[in-house]
C-alpha cells in the first residue's frame, strides 16, 4: 500500500501528514512533560526538530497538491489550519486527502 502512496503527490502528502500528526502528539503528550516534570529537555530538541522538519515538507507538499488538483483556497486553507491542531491531519486525511 506504501509504494502506491509514494507514486502520487497525493499520497505523499497523506503520509507526511500521517508522520507529521504522530510526531505533534509525541510532542505535546510525552515530549513537552519530559522537559517540564523530569527535566530533560534534549526530548523536546530531538522530538521539536523531527515535528518541524515533518510539518515544513507538509507544507510544500500541500501547496504542491493544492496546485496539481485545482483546491479551492478554503479547502487548502483548512488543510493547512488542519496541522496546527491535535490530530488535525487525521481529520484531514479521512476528510480531504482521500480522492
Same mark, same amino acid.
Given at each position: 500500500?506504501?509504494?502506491t502512496l509514494? !507514486?502520487?503527490?497525493?499520497g505523499?502528502l ?7 500528526g ?5 510532542l505535546?503528550?510525552i515530549a513537552m512533560p519530559l ?13 521539536g526538530?523531527a ?6 515538507? $507538509?507544507v ?13 483556497f ?10 496546527l491542531?491535535p $490530530?488535525?491531519? $487525521?481529520?484531514?486525511?479521512? !476528510?480531504? $486527502?482521500?480522492?
Open positions: 500500500m506504501i509504494s509514494i !507514486k502520487s503527490a497525493l505523499r497523506r503520509i507526511v501528514a500521517f508522520l507529521e504522530i510526531s505533534y502528539l509525541v505535546l503528550g522537559k517540564y516534570i523530569a527535566g530533560l529537555p534534549q526530548a523536546v530538541r530531538v522530538v526538530m515535528h518541524g522538519v515533518l510539518f515544513v515538507l $507538509f510544500v507538499l500541500l501547496i504542491q497538491v493544492a496546485t496539481e488538483r485545482s483546491w479551492t478554503k479547502k487548502s486553507l483548512l488543510s493547512f489550519i488542519s496541522s491542531v $490530530f488535525g491531519t $487525521f481529520y484531514a486525511d479521512a !476528510k480531504w $486527502f482521500r480522492e
